[in-house]
């Protein structure tokens, strides 16, 4: 292995010997050879420990860290062990194209900025459908918070990124680390964070290059996450955002984890926060009023009736979006989101 890689990939992981060797398997074949892949082990992890020395790669470097701290501080913990320039993050249980890291990196080379975060499509694979993501690229002077958070529809917004997607100067990564302690919204969070910065900008490659797996049945402990915590978090991150989408957060993301509380002072609370500090638009009522007024099951199947969705592959990806029951940064949050010790930290 070169002293000095092109690129070095970062996955933290625990406790899933056999995703984890797949991911990892997803970056060593890729077209671009000149990579360094490390992996932070969460904790004592045994079974994963054999299953990634059974790959037999010299480009595989493991760190085990001395008991659990979390996804984004076993994130950092591997980009603070980066030799490369440029650092892209994986998922233990998602998969990259073969092209995945060429295609950034061409994207990379004609940035205009001296610290660009390079993001892509990704392909969205459920029990009930496969489908593109993000529906759209951010337009010209788009504010990027906005764009990862509004919404055009009741059930789904345009804009998306994903830890799985992003690779960025390893630099950048450093000087703006991943938030420790925080359980969901961390793209959403690092990425408003960096891209405050005035060396920073978001592109976004046009091809999806990544597979996205999500288990719907699978346990997610993000999902027990208290509603307070993410309105603290989201009022700590007010002065990076615009008032709208401050508001949209409020009426969509933190309202759907709040709802199963059925308390009209809950309601009343969060309504009066999103039109205090925000800018509600008519969109971000309606969604607002349906999470709260809508049992979560009646919702999904409105969703899927508007959607167009019912079985595995019978939608198109141009067609369909994640909807109200997802954890990532599009509007949206529920029970669907990335994976295992990924984005929002359900591990």
Same mark, same amino acid.
């Given at each position: 292995? &070169?002293?000095?890689?092109?690129?070095?990939?970062?996955?933290?992981?625990?406790? @899933?010997?056999?995703?984890?060797?797949?991911?990892?398997?997803?970056?060593?074949?890729?077209?671009?050879?000149?990579?360094?892949?490390?992996?932070?082990?969460?904790?004592?992890?045994?079974?994963?420990?054999?299953?990634?020395?059974?790959?037999?790669?010299?480009?595989?470097?493991?760190? %085990?860290?001395?008991?659990?701290?979390?996804?984004?501080?076993?994130?950092?913990?591997?980009? @603070?062990?980066?030799?490369?320039?440029?650092?892209?993050?994986?998922?233990?249980?998602?998969?990259?194209?073969?092209?995945?890291?060429?295609?950034?990196?061409?994207?990379?080379?004609?940035?205009?900025?001296?610290?660009?975060?390079?993001?892509?499509?990704?392909?969205?694979?459920?029990?009930?459908?496969?489908?593109? *993501? &993000?529906?759209?690229?951010?337009? &010209?002077?788009?504010?990027?918070?906005?764009?990862?958070?509004? @919404?055009?529809?009741?059930?789904?917004?345009?804009? #998306?990124?994903?830890?799985?997607?992003? *690779?960025?100067?390893?630099?950048?990564?450093?000087?703006?680390? #991943?938030?420790?302690?925080?359980?969901?919204?961390? %793209?959403?969070?690092?990425?408003?964070?960096?891209?405050?910065?005035?060396?920073?900008?978001?592109?976004?490659?046009?091809?999806? !290059?990544?597979?996205?797996?999500?288990?719907?049945?699978? &346990? @997610?402990?993000?999902?027990?996450?208290?509603?307070?915590?993410?309105?603290?978090?989201?009022?700590?991150?007010?002065?990076?955002?615009?008032?709208?989408?401050?508001?949209?957060?409020? *009426?969509?993301?933190?309202?759907?984890?709040?709802?199963?509380?059925?308390?009209?002072?809950?309601?009343?609370? !969060?309504?009066?926060?999103?039109?205090?500090?925000?800018?509600?638009?008519?969109?971000?009522?309606?969604? #607002?009023?349906?999470?709260?007024?809508?049992?979560?099951?009646?919702?999904?199947?409105?969703?899927?009736?508007? !959607?167009?969705?019912?079985?595995?592959?019978?939608?198109?990806?141009?067609?369909?979006?994640?909807?109200?029951?997802?954890?990532?940064?599009?509007?949206?949050?529920?029970?669907?989101?990335?994976?295992?010790?990924?984005?929002?930290?359900?591990?």
């Amino acid at each position: 292995m &070169p002293s000095t890689p092109e690129v070095s990939v970062v996955i933290p992981t625990f406790a @899933r010997p056999e995703l984890v060797s797949r991911a990892v398997r997803s970056a060593l074949a890729q077209t671009v050879t000149d990579i360094e892949v490390i992996v932070v082990v969460d904790g004592p992890d045994e079974d994963t420990g054999k299953a990634l020395a059974e790959i037999g790669d010299p480009r595989l470097r493991v760190v %085990e860290l001395p008991g659990k701290g979390g996804a984004p501080n076993a994130r950092n913990t591997g980009v @603070r062990a980066a030799r490369a320039p440029w650092t892209a993050l994986l998922d233990d249980d998602d998969e990259w194209l073969p092209t995945k890291l060429a295609a950034q990196l061409e994207l990379a080379g004609n940035a205009t900025v001296r610290s660009p975060i390079i993001a892509s499509r990704l392909i969205n694979k459920t029990p009930r459908a496969e489908f593109v *993501m &993000p529906r759209r690229l951010p337009e &010209p002077g788009e504010p990027i918070c906005e764009y990862l958070t509004l @919404r055009r529809g009741l059930f789904h917004g345009d804009g #998306f990124i994903q830890t799985s997607t992003i *690779m960025a100067p390893t630099e950048l990564l450093r000087r703006v680390p #991943f938030t420790v302690g925080l359980r969901r919204q961390q %793209e959403l969070d690092w990425t408003v964070r960096a891209v405050a910065h005035p060396d920073v900008e978001l592109l976004i490659a046009a091809e999806p !290059l990544v597979l996205w797996h999500q288990d719907e049945n699978r &346990p @997610r402990i993000s999902l027990s996450s208290p509603w307070e915590a993410q309105l603290e978090w989201l009022r700590g991150i007010r002065s990076l955002i615009t008032p709208r989408a401050y508001a949209a957060i409020t *009426m969509s993301i933190i309202s759907s984890m709040a709802a199963p509380t059925r308390s009209f002072q809950v309601f009343r609370l !969060l309504l009066a926060e999103a039109r205090r500090h925000g800018q509600p638009s008519l969109v971000d009522y309606l969604t #607002f009023l349906q999470i709260w007024l809508l049992p979560p099951q009646v919702r999904h199947r409105v969703r899927d009736r508007i !959607l167009g969705r019912g079985r595995r592959g019978g939608t198109s990806g141009s067609e369909e979006l994640a909807g109200t029951e997802h954890t990532g940064v599009n509007g949206t949050a529920g029970t669907a989101g990335t994976a295992g010790i990924g984005a929002d930290g359900r591990r």
